[in-house]
């Protein structure tokens, strides 16, 4: 996460400069949700899906509400 940013991998296997050595099954779709506190980011979620199968805005909205609280 940088900047407190959502970062969403629709398929790390088609993101460039993405690594996925080491795991021969990695998870395709992944999201990146900071935590924050007082705006600043804390921490983060973490979601993956096995297959690529992107996230909605709803679901990313949804995460969202929970990661911003006070």
Do not use: C, W, Y
């Not at 790390?12 to 395709?28: I, M």
């Not at 990146?32 to 804390?42: A, M, Q, S, T, W």
């Amino acid at each position: 996460m940088t900047g407190g940013n959502v970062i969403h991998i629709r398929d790390v296997l088609e993101e460039p400069g993405f690594n996925s050595e080491g795991d021969p099954t990695p998870a395709r779709t992944r999201l990146g949700v900071p935590l924050l506190r007082d705006g600043n980011p804390i921490g983060v979620f973490v979601l993956t899906r096995q297959a690529v199968q992107p996230f909605t805005e709803k679901q990313i909205e949804l995460v969202s509400t929970f990661s911003d609280q006070p």
